[in-house]
């Protein structure tokens, strides 16, 4: 596709030059009264201009069937934008999985704690919706996972239910955190992009209140560190599974950002806990988007150290038979 693009500019300027010396010469050709048809002239062009369309459609369609080495523009320069990547592209899958993707640990748990609940009632409300289904198993996604252990909304999920998931965190220093407490779930040192591709981010680093940044990328400034977002579908789709029993989104206001690049129609989120207050949007705005979604907020979970202030949301048909939140 990138090649397509760079050759189309190159074909619409050779036309353009082939145009330009075809009218000077029937000017001229007129000039000394030995002119061909104007007609002649004008079919020509056209010609030309037909000819170089062909081809660059053909060098658009090759293009788009090659393989990942065959593309000019390098996969890791697509992956940093702003050249979008469709979030489905079979070679940005295969990317994730390859260079990405840790695999859930083998080793014991190397927790700083015993409590296998340290969030801060996040869990306890989801497992409220879920009721027995809990037990049944599932899949949890948790973003940002700080250090695998701290306040984690998901960990429960893993040690008492024996759920599957997989942790996103996107500052390097917590990641290595989240590495060596040898979680039984898959791990992605990056963050979840608010765009619906790939791109790189300069990702403030602060353990617990770390964020995207505004600051351009390519600068090496103390407390940053540049780092690879990825679409949530992506990631699924990496994963091969598409349904997620419960999704904790903790990224410091960027939440209403990437719940929007979610293809909606084509994953299974069942419940959320989303953080609010850090929202440029505001609270209203997320309640409304997730009602437009086919979800019910089911409650909120807050703390008075500002450690939680989170809704959760569940999809209509789980809430069925309960009263509408207030």
Not at 88 to 101: T, V
Not at 271 to 280: N, Q
Request: hydrophobic share 40%; with cysteine; proline share 4%.
């Amino acid at each position: 596709m990138i090649a397509g693009g760079v050759r189309g500019r190159m074909a619409l300027q050779l036309v353009m030059v082939a145009m330009v010396v075809l009218l000077l010469t029937s000017l001229a050709l007129f000039t000394l009264d030995i002119s061909p048809s104007f007609t002649k002239v004008l079919m020509k062009m056209e010609d030309l201009e037909g000819a170089m369309k062909d081809r660059l459609s053909v060098d658009v369609v090759s293009t788009r069937h090659s393989a990942v080495d065959d593309v000019v523009v390098s996969l890791e320069q697509i992956m940093k934008a702003p050249v979008s990547l469709n979030q489905d592209d079979s070679r940005l899958i295969q990317r994730i999985r390859a260079k990405y993707l840790l695999p859930p640990s083998t080793q014991p748990y190397s927790l700083s704690s015993s409590n296998s609940d340290p969030s801060m009632g996040q869990s306890k409300q989801i497992r409220l919706i879920l009721g027995d289904k809990v037990k049944e198993g599932g899949f949890f996604v948790e973003c940002g996972a700080l250090d695998g252990e701290t306040r984690s909304n998901t960990l429960v999920f893993e040690k008492e239910y024996g759920w599957r998931g997989v942790l996103i965190e996107g500052d390097p220093k917590n990641f290595e955190l989240v590495r060596r407490k040898n979680r039984r779930a898959w791990a992605v040192n990056g963050c979840l992009s608010t765009s619906p591709y790939p791109n790189v981010v300069m990702f403030k680093q602060s353990f617990n209140v770390g964020k995207i940044s505004n600051l351009e990328t390519g600068q090496n400034k103390t407390g940053y560190a540049e780092v690879q977002c990825l679409p949530l579908y992506s990631i699924l789709l990496a994963l091969n599974t598409t349904t997620v029993d419960y999704f904790s989104l903790d990224v410091e206001g960027a939440e209403m950002r990437v719940l929007k690049t979610i293809p909606w129609d084509k994953v299974n989120i069942k419940t959320l806990s989303v953080e609010f207050i850090h929202g440029g949007e505001g609270k209203d705005a997320l309640r409304r988007y997730m009602e437009g979604r086919g979800y019910r907020v089911f409650s909120e979970v807050t703390h008075p150290g500002w450690l939680a202030n989170d809704f959760i949301f569940a999809k209509k048909e789980l809430l069925a038979n309960r009263p509408e939140s207030t």
